[in-house]
C-alpha cells in the first residue's frame, strides 16, 4: 500500500525500475524467440504472423517500456540528489507519470492474451497499420497502450524540467551542474518537443482505425507518407532521448573511476544541446527510399552527417578524462569504458547511413538492425548497467556483488558483438529485416547462427545480473555514503539510501564536482547552506494511482466500442461507451477530489532530524 | 588476464572482419558487396569511402582508448591526487574540425551522388519502361510500351537503363534488387516512384521487398533476368502474339478458366488481379521462392513447385490472398492436371 501511494522521488525511482525490469524482460524473450527462428533457414518454429507480434513488439517494449522507465529510475533516483534538492518539483505528478506508463504498459502487453498483439512494425507504418490491413485489436493495443504510457513519459519529462530549473542548491549555477543533471535537462527538453508530435500520430491513427476517420487512407485523399513524417519527427528525437542520459551517466562514472575532472566540460555541455537541436532536423533521413526526391535526401544527408561532429567531441573528451588519471575497473566502470568502442562503432555506422545513395542499400536491411542495436543496446544499455551498478549502492544502500558484475559484463558484451557484429554483414549481403524466415543457400545460414548464439550469451548475463540483484538482496544495507571512495557529486554526501528529505541543510556549491573539491578542501562534508529547520513533506496519495487505473479502463472501453460480444450485457456496456465513462469519471474525479481537497503536507521537525542519521 | 581479454577484444572483430572479406561477401546475383551494374556501384563507391573513413577514425579511437586504459590503469599503492585538467581548447578545436572535414569530405560525393540517382530516365526514349506494381506478395511489372504485363521475373535487355515507375495496389512494399541498385519504396497511387537501373552483364539476379507488408514480407522476392537484346525482343514477341494456351483436355481448360482465368491472366484470356500466368513455364520460380532450377540442392522441377504451391498455397507464403483451390472445386487430378500444363507452357 506504502508502495501505490508514494510520492517519495527515490520510491518512484524504484517502481520504474521494477517495471522496467520486468517489460525489459518481457522484451527479452521476444528477443530471443526471434533470434531462434533465425537460427536456421526455413525454420518453422515461429508462424508468419507470431513472428510479426514479436518482432513489433519487441520493439515498442524495449524503446517505450523496458529502457526508458529504466533510464526514468536513473533519473528519479539521483537528479534530485545531485542538485541539491529535497524532492522533484510536483512530486504528485511524479506518481501520476509512473502509474500511467505503467497501466499504458500493461494495456499494450495484455494483447498477447486479448486477441492478438500488434503486427505493423514499432514504426507501425501506413496503410499496414490501419484497419484494412491489420484486423485484429493489436494496433489498437498499441495506439492506445503507447497513447497512455507516452503521457507519463510527458509528464516526467516537464517535472524534471521544472526541477533542474527551479530547485539547485545555492551556487549550483547551469555550469556547476553535474553531466548527468544536463543530459536529463536536454533530454527532457527533446521529450517536451517530440513526444507531442507522437501523441498527434497515435490520436489521427486511433481515429482511422476506431471511428473511421480517413488520415492515412489513400482512396479518402490521407496519405501515407504523412503517418511517416508525423512519426519520425517524434521517432529521431526519441533516439536522442534514449542515448543522451546514457552520455551523462558515461560522464559520471568515467570521471569517479578515473579519479579526475570531466575533461572539456563545458564543450561537453555545448555539445549535448547541439545533438539535441540537429536531432530534430533530420527526422527525413529515415525515409530515404520512400521517394522525397534528391533535394530532401541531400539535405537530409548532410544534417544528419553533421551530428558526428558533436559526437566526436564527447568520446575524446571521455576517452581525456582517463588520460592522466588513474583508473579503475570497477564494475560500472568496466562497462563505461566498454560503452566508448561499443558506441563509437554505432556511430560509424550511422554516418554510413546517412549517406542517401549508400543508404538506398543500407535501408530496411539487417545493417540498420546492426547500426540501431549497436547505439541502443551498445550505447544506452552498456550505460544503464554502469548507472545502476555505479549508483545501486545509493538507491538501495548494498554494493553489488563486484564479481558478479564482471561477469555480467563479459558475457554481456561478447554476446552483444557476436550477436550484431555479423548483421552487418547479413545485411550487406541481401537480407532484408522483418523477415520471418530465409532461403537457403543465401549465405545467410552460418552468420544468424552466430547471432542467435550471441543472443543466449546476452541472455546469461542479464541472468548473471538478476542473480547478483537477488544475492545483493539478502545482504545487510551497510553501505557508507561514499561507497566508491571517489564520489565527486553531492549524491555521494548523504547516507545511502538517503533519508526521505534526502538533505537535513541544503547544501552551498562551491565549484564543478561539488563533493570532490570539498574533499581536496580537506574538508568531510558539504557547507550547509541553510540553518537546520523544518523540512516541509508533500503526503502520500493514491489519487494518481486511480487516476491511471480510471485512464486504462477508459482506453480498454473505447478499443472494444466497436466489438460485438457473444453477451448481451457486455455488447451494451462496450457499445454504448459506458465503460468508456465509468473509466474517464474514475479519472475526473480523482482529478476533483485532488482540486477539493487542500492538502497541505507536513513537516520533518528539527528534533527528528538529530540522531536519525549514519554516517 | 584483463589485458589479454582487452587485446582479444579488440582483435575479434578484426580477425571475423577479414575472415568475412575471405569467405566472400555474398552471392554475386545478391549481395551489395558485389555491384553488377552502375546504380549499385555509385552506392558501393560511397560505401567503400565511408567505410575507409570510418575504420580510420575507429583505429584512432581504439588505439587511443588501448593506451588510456593499459598506460593510466590505478597501481596499487597509488594514492596521490592526479592532476585535474580541466579540458584543452586546443584539442578540443582539433576533434571538432577533424570530424568536420570528414564529413565534407563524405558529403561532397553524397550530394553528387544523391543527385545522379534522381535522374529517372522516364523521358529517354532509349530507355525501356517498366511500371512495377506491388502487391501482397508479388511483384507485377507492366511493359508500357509494348502492353506486355507480367510476374515475377522482370526481363530486361543487357545494358539497356530501364526507367521504373512505381506503386502499390495496397500496403507500402519497396523493391529492391541488391546486387543492381538500391531500393525505393512502391507508395499507393498519388505518390508514384520513378527511378531507373541498368544490367551491364546476362545473368540472372535476385530481388527483394524490403517494407514489412504482412506476414508473408519475407518471401515476397523476385528475379531480374538480365538478356541480350535479340532475346530480349523474341521475348517481348512472344508475349505480344496473344495465343492463349489452354490445356488440351477440354474438361480442364473449363475448369481452368472457371477457376483461375477470374484472376490471373494467360495471353489475350483473362484478367489481371493476380500474377500473369502467359509462358509460366519459361520463370525462374514459382510464387518467387521455388525455385525450377532442379540442378541446384535448393531447386526443383518446376511441376513439383507448381504442385507444392497448387495443392496448399497458404503453407507456402501464408497471409497471401490466393484461395486454394481445392476450396474452389477442384480435385486433387485436376490440380496435378494444372501444374503439368502451367508447367509445360513455355515461351518458344
Known amino acids: 500500500m506504502d508502495w501505490l501511494t508514494t510520492v517519495d522521488h527515490k520510491k518512484i525511482a524504484i517502481l520504474y525500475l521494477w517495471a522496467g525490469g520486468l517489460f525489459f524482460g518481457i522484451g527479452g524473450i521476444e528477443a530471443l524467440l526471434i533470434r531462434w527462428q533465425l537460427i536456421k533457414p526455413m525454420n518453422n518454429f515461429l508462424d508468419a504472423q507470431t513472428f510479426n507480434e514479436l518482432i513489433t513488439m519487441h520493439g515498442t517494449t524495449m524503446i517505450f517500456l523496458g529502457v526508458m522507465p529504466v533510464i526514468f529510475a536513473l533519473m528519479n533516483a539521483v537528479i534530485p540528489l545531485q542538485i541539491g534538492a529535497r524532492d522533484v518539483a510536483f512530486p504528485f505528478l511524479n506518481a501520476l507519470g509512473f502509474w500511467t506508463f505503467l497501466f499504458g504498459g500493461i494495456l499494450l502487453n495484455l494483447s498477447w492474451v486479448m486477441g492478438g498483439a500488434p503486427d505493423a512494425g514499432w514504426t507501425a507504418y501506413t496503410p499496414l497499420s490501419t484497419s484494412t490491413y491489420s484486423t485484429t485489436h493489436g494496433v489498437d493495443f498499441y495506439t492506445i497502450g503507447l497513447q497512455i504510457a507516452g503521457l507519463g513519459t510527458l509528464i516526467g519529462g516537464i517535472n524534471f524540467l521544472a526541477t533542474i530549473i527551479t530547485m539547485r542548491a545555492p551556487g549550483m549555477t547551469y555550469m556547476r551542474m553535474p553531466m548527468f543533471a544536463w543530459t536529463t535537462f536536454i533530454t527532457s527538453a527533446i521529450i517536451l518537443f517530440a513526444f507531442p508530435a507522437i501523441t498527434v500520430g497515435l490520436v489521427l491513427l486511433t481515429f482511422d482505425r476506431i471511428l473511421g476517420a480517413n488520415f492515412f487512407e489513400v482512396g479518402a485523399g490521407g496519405s501515407p507518407v504523412l503517418w511517416q513524417h508525423i512519426f519520425w519527427i517524434f521517432g529521431h528525437p526519441e533516439v536522442y532521448i534514449l542515448i543522451l542520459p546514457a552520455f551523462g551517466i558515461i560522464s559520471e562514472v568515467i570521471p569517479t573511476f578515473s579519479r579526475k575532472r570531466l575533461f572539456g566540460y563545458s564543450s561537453m555541455v555545448f555539445a549535448t544541446i547541439l545533438i539535441a537541436f540537429l536531432g530534430f532536423m533530420v527526422w527525413a533521413h529515415h525515409m530515404f527510399t520512400t521517394g522525397l526526391g534528391p533535394v530532401a535526401n541531400a539535405l537530409f544527408s548532410v544534417s544528419t552527417m553533421l551530428i558526428a561532429v558533436p559526437t566526436g567531441i564527447k568520446i575524446f573528451n571521455w576517452l581525456f578524462t582517463m588520460w592522466g588519471g588513474q583508473v579503475r575497473f570497477t564494475t560500472p566502470n568496466l562497462f563505461a569504458v566498454g560503452f566508448i568502442p561499443t558506441f563509437t562503432m554505432g556511430g560509424v555506422t550511422g554516418v554510413m547511413l546517412a549517406s542517401a545513395p549508400a543508404d538506398f542499400q543500407f535501408h530496411d536491411t539487417y545493417f540498420v538492425v546492426a547500426h540501431f542495436h549497436y547505439v541502443i543496446v551498445g550505447g544506452l544499455v552498456l550505460g544503464l548497467f554502469a548507472g545502476l551498478h555505479y549508483w545501486w549502492p545509493k538507491m538501495f544502500g548494498r554494493m553489488l556483488s563486484e564479481k558478479l558484475g564482471k561477469w555480467t559484463f563479459w558475457t554481456f558484451i561478447i554476446g552483444f558483438h557476436l550477436t550484431f557484429f555479423v548483421q552487418h554483414f547479413l545485411g550487406l549481403m541481401g537480407m532484408q529485416r522483418r523477415v520471418f524466415t530465409y532461403l537457403p543457400n543465401q549465405q545467410f545460414d552460418f552468420l544468424n547462427l552466430v547471432s542467435t548464439i550471441g543472443a543466449g550469451l546476452m541472455g546469461v548475463g542479464m541472468i548473471i545480473f538478476l542473480v547478483n540483484i537477488l544475492l545483493t538482496s539478502r545482504k545487510p544495507a551497510d553501505a557508507s555514503n561514499d561507497p566508491w571512495e571517489d564520489g565527486r557529486t553531492l549524491e555521494w554526501t548523504i547516507p545511502s539510501p538517503p533519508p526521505e528529505y534526502n538533505f537535513k541543510q541544503t547544501p552551498l556549491i562551491r565549484g564543478i564536482d561539488a563533493f570532490w573539491k570539498e574533499k581536496v578542501a580537506g574538508n568531510k562534508g558539504m557547507t550547509p547552506a541553510e540553518p537546520v529547520g523544518s523540512i516541509h513533506m508533500p503526503s502520500a496519495t493514491i489519487l494518481p494511482f486511480t487516476m491511471s487505473i480510471g485512464i486504462f479502463i477508459a482506453g480498454l472501453g473505447f478499443m472494444f466500442s466497436r466489438d460485438e460480444f457473444g453477451n448481451a450485457f457486455m455488447s451494451f456496456l462496450f457499445n454504448n461507451y459506458i465503460v468508456t465513462a465509468i473509466g474517464l469519471i474514475i479519472t475526473f474525479g480523482s482529478m476533483l477530489m485532488r482540486s477539493l481537497y487542500d492538502d497541505h503536507g507536513w513537516h520533518i521537525e528539527p528534533e527528528e532530524l538529530e540522531g536519525s542519521e549514519r554516517t | ?348
Open chain 2, 1 to 348: 588476464m584483463m589485458k589479454t581479454w582487452q587485446a582479444v577484444k579488440r582483435l575479434l572483430p578484426m580477425t571475423a572482419m577479414f575472415g568475412l572479406f575471405l569467405a566472400g561477401c555474398g552471392r554475386e546475383d545478391l549481395s551489395v558487396l558485389r555491384p553488377q551494374g552502375p546504380a549499385a556501384d555509385r552506392s558501393y563507391g560511397l560505401m567503400e569511402l565511408s567505410i575507409s573513413i570510418m575504420i580510420v577514425v575507429l583505429l584512432i579511437v581504439f588505439t587511443i582508448a588501448a593506451y588510456v586504459l593499459i598506460r593510466f590503469r590505478r597501481r596499487p599503492g597509488q594514492n596521490e591526487i592526479p592532476e585535474q585538467v580541466e579540458g584543452s581548447i586546443k584539442l578540443e578545436i582539433l576533434w571538432t574540425v577533424i570530424p568536420l572535414i570528414l564529413v565534407v569530405v563524405l558529403a561532397v560525393p553524397t550530394v553528387k551522388a544523391v543527385f545522379a540517382a534522381g535522374d529517372d530516365h522516364s523521358n529517354d526514349k532509349n530507355a525501356i519502361k517498366v511500371k512495377v506494381t506491388g502487391h501482397q506478395y508479388w511483384w507485377e511489372f507492366e511493359y508500357t510500351d509494348y502492353k506486355v504485363t507480367t510476374a515475377q521475373d522482370l526481363i530486361i535487355p543487357v545494358g539497356k537503363d530501364i526507367a521504373f515507375e512505381l506503386e502499390t495496389k495496397d500496403v507500402l512494399h519497396s523493391f529492391w534488387v541488391p546486387s543492381l541498385s538500391g531500393k525505393i519504396d512502391t507508395n499507393p497511387a498519388g505518390t508514384i516512384n520513378r527511378f531507373s537501373f541498368s544490367a551491364p552483364n546476362e545473368g540472372v539476379y535476385r530481388g527483394k521487398c524490403a517494407e514489412l507488408c504482412g506476414p508473408s514480407h519475407g518471401l515476397m522476392e523476385f528475379k531480374v533476368k538480365s538478356v541480350s537484346e535479340q532475346e530480349f525482343q523474341k521475348w517481348i514477341d512472344s508475349m505480344k502474339t496473344p495465343v492463349a494456351v489452354l490445356p488440351e483436355d477440354p474438361a480442364l481448360a473449363e475448369k481452368f478458366k472457371a477457376a483461375c482465368l477470374t484472376c490471373h491472366a494467360v495471353g489475350d484470356q483473362g484478367i489481371n488481379n493476380a500474377p500473369n500466368l502467359t509462358g509460366i513455364g519459361s520463370r525462374e520460380s514459382i510464387a518467387g521462392i521455388l525455385l525450377n532450377d532442379d540442378t541446384r540442392e535448393d531447386g526443383a522441377p518446376i511441376e513439383e513447385n507448381l504442385k507444392t504451391w497448387l495443392h496448399d498455397p497458404q503453407s507456402v507464403k501464408p497471409g497471401n490472398l490466393m484461395p486454394n483451390p481445392k476450396d474452389l472445386g477442384l480435385s486433387d487430378a485436376e490440380i496435378d492436371g494444372i501444374a503439368e500444363y502451367l508447367a509445360n507452357y513455355k515461351l518458344d
